[in-house]
């Protein structure tokens, strides 16, 4: 076990068992270094019993303690229990939790959260529907509002366990309560969630987040979504004033591909979202869409547009979605600086045609799928005359 850490700008412990009994104890001496705190809750199950070894490891930003036969997880818990005092810098924490719990770990939860909720910045959770209603509801109620969340990134997690309907409205209902009781100082939002589960109803009531700058979200494409992105655009809408970055994943699941073209030409045409520099759209799906691909007028939608990503899967840009795109983004003389996209075919005629639409960019990555080149000396006259 290391606990001298020379040079640790940032240090994180991820929550294994340690290599010896004996190191176990020494392990608060660590506990001034940490400022992110990493639980995987499956390498605690059965804790009266010893853990399987893994591998001890550790990196630069990265303190490893990992598993041994002889120290079992309770001791590992207990110790960090004790040493929660000492987590002076602690103000990130990271939980990826399944479906078993033990009491002694959700005893765990409690003290650490209740020890750090007042100067935390940062909670990352993944979890599967029920766990994260239930850690939601168990745990971090009654601890909310931590006043210093600045960051909150919400995964749920693929489960075998059957949900109803109604465990999805629990869920909403839990997600909307702790996010409104720390909405003054959220600045970042991260939710995503499978292809499968639609939880677009905490939208509807989550209002006006007063310090939000940045958003990630995972759509899911579901015949059900349809009357619920009224709930999104209405969020989007309270939030534009602050709002800048947008980040929209949008995944469909084995279904036709009109929810997501009704996404892209009745949505987000109607937002205006006047400060939103950055935006990142990735449309997933399993079949090449029916129609163009095609995004609002950035004159109205985001006018002071600076980064634009746009990812495809399976399918890339064409000539005619390139050409949509880039006479968009030229209109008023919109001050682009970085483009990343995805195009079909990649040709010297591309290079000219952006470095002319967008002369003020300053980076450019372009995943291509085939290119079209005569030869390596074409290739370098093109990266001559486009970096000139």
Known sequence: MVIHLPNFSTSSLILYPVEHASCCHRAPLVAPYIRRLDIWSHCFYHLDYPTPPRAFRRTRSLLSLCSSKSCCAKDILSTLTEALPR??????????LDEMWDPVFSDFLSDLLSARGPVIRKLSINAT?????????????????FPGLEYL?????????FFMEEDLDDLCDAITTFIKSNKQSLRTLIFADPAFIDVSNVFRDLGCLPSLKRLELSIPMLLSTLPRFEYLENFLTLNASTLECLVLKCRRFLLPDDTTQQFLFDVLPRLSLPVLSEFDIGIYSYTKPRVPFHLPSFVHFAPNIKTLKIQFSPNYLNEEDITNLLRNLSEYGLGLRSLHI????????LFLHISSSLPGLTSLRITYAQPRFDGWETVHQVFTNFAS
């Open 342 to 349: 995805q195009v079909q075919d990649l040709t010297p005629d």
């Open 153 to 161: 990134d919400l995964k749920l997690a693929a489960s075998h366990d």
């Open 87 to 96: 987590l002076h810098q602690l103000d990130h924490i990271s939980l990826v």
């Open 129 to 145: 529907v029920h766990k994260v209603n239930e850690l939601l509801e168990s745990h971090l109620a009654a601890l909310s509002p």
